[in-house]
């Protein structure tokens, strides 16, 4: 049984209540039209908690003029029915006006993670993305929040966001679920044409190919970079960027560096992909 809630105050009661009965609760944010990625995060939140809120919440803020706001997938009946699937307690599913009643005032800036890679291609993402979040930990004040680590970047900037702030709250980084041919699990691939789904897999295996010569001890971390995205690109799709950065604050590495984390962004069609491979050199 998955109680709905659209409104701030009713959830607040029913979360005060489990709160003062001494349950942990445990949060999984998202923008819905869920998947086995996003089962994943309710599966690690029902094993470590006593109680499971999610949300679906398409947030404006964290899209820019000519992203895919309007269009993205809006599939409430069936989220519902895997939420269910998994006894996933609440779900939080606000309207825009409950989240945003007065507009944009106050808004949460992390501009040395939030302005590159990502955010330097989309301006303004991550500031939609942490303030969305931190209203939303404001509201549900769970114990611990969890995020798929296929954000990678997303993740970082919202541990830094709760470092900053000293919010009381845990974060969970959660594997990244993977198609059989090793693309992740995303809501934006269901914007992949039949062909387009096959040309997909290229960036994970471009990532898996330039993991292995870091593992190996290749040091030219240009070279490979440029190599994995010239593979991903003779695949048919379009390369964003592909860069290995440190695995704790996403700045460039020294060879002495040795927790490394690869990340890009391509275009295929009407969908842009994200994906990441974390690497430990030798
Ligand atoms: O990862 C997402 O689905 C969104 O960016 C999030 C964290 C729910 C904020 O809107």
Redesign the pocket.
């Known amino acids: 049984m998955t109680t709905v809630f659209h409104s701030i105050q009713d959830l607040r009661v029913q979360l005060n209540q489990d709160r003062n009965a001494g349950r942990r609760i445990g949060f999984v ?3 819905g039209n869920l998947h086995e990625g996003h089962m994943d995060l309710m599966r690690a939140s029902k094993s470590g908690c006593d109680v499971t809120v999610a ?1 679906i ?1 398409v ?1 404006p803020m ?1 899209f820019g003029p000519n992203e895919d706001f309007d269009a993205y997938p809006r599939t409430l009946d069936s989220d519902l029915a895997q939420l269910k699937n998994e006894s996933v307690d609440y779900l939080f599913a606000p309207t825009v006006r409950e989240m945003y009643p007065d507009g944009v005032n106050t808004q949460i800036e992390v501009p040395s993670l939030g302005n590159i890679l990502e955010g330097a291609s989309r301006p303004g993402h991550f500031t ?2 942490a303030t ?2 931190a209203k ?1 930990f404001n509201i549900v004040q769970s114990d611990i929040a969890y ?2 680590r296929k ?1 990678y970047q ?1 993740l970082a900037v ?1 541990r830094r966001m709760v470092m900053d702030l000293l919010l009381p709250i845990q974060i969970q980084g959660v594997a990244t679920g993977r198609a059989a041919d090793g693309l992740a699990l995303s809501s934006r691939n269901a914007y992949l044409s039949d062909s387009e789904r096959q040309q997909a897999p290229a960036i994970y295996a471009a990532l898996q190919w330039a993991g292995q010569q870091i593992s190996q001890g290749n040091l030219n971390y240009g070279m490979i970079e440029r190599e994995a995205a010239a593979q991903i690109d003779n695949a048919g799709l379009k390369t964003d960027y592909f860069e290995i950065r440190c695995a704790q604050n996403l700045t460039a590495p020294g060879h002495s560096q040795r927790e490394l984390v690869i990340l890009t962004a391509a275009q295929l069609g009407k969908a842009r992909l994200i994906d990441n491979l974390e690497v430990t050199a030798p």
């Open positions: 944010p998202t923008m949300s919440f947030n964290q939609g993305v969305v979040v939303l995020f798929g954000d997303q919202i």
